[in-house]
Nanobody, 113 residues
């Protein structure tokens, strides 16, 4: 199992970024996927979850209405579209497969004022 995140970077407050997580080594369409984040000095937190079909999504309250998780099972990729970014969204963002507890290496998102 391999999960590789990309798309992080430096963005101004109010801006947007789209994270991608390319999965390999397993049958992607069979598994729910999640995005987590960890800010400096804080615990890792669940940001968004999407079911295997993509039909159901859930978000932490702090990102509802701003972030959108989606997936393309044909490309074995899960995305996190982040809009109206705030300073407090600064963190390392991780892709995760719950079953088996697999993690990507993370991608840094930094929001500046």
């Amino acid at each position: 199992v391999q999960l590789v995140e990309s798309g992080g970077g430096l963005v101004q407050s109010g801006g947007s970024l789209r994270l991608s997580c390319a999965a390999s080594g397993f049958t992607f369409r069979r598994y729910a996927m999640s995005w987590y984040r960890q800010a400096p000095g804080k615990e890792r937190e669940l940001v968004a979850v999407i079911t295997s079909s993509g039909g159901t999504t859930n978000y932490v309250d702090s990102v509802k209405g701003r972030f959108t998780i989606s997936r393309d099972n044909a490309k074995s990729t899960v995305y996190l579209e982040m809009n109206s970014l705030k300073l407090e969204d600064t963190a390392v963002y991780y892709c995760h497969r719950d079953f088996g507890d697999y993690w990507g290496q993370g991608t840094q998102v930094t929001v500046s004022s």
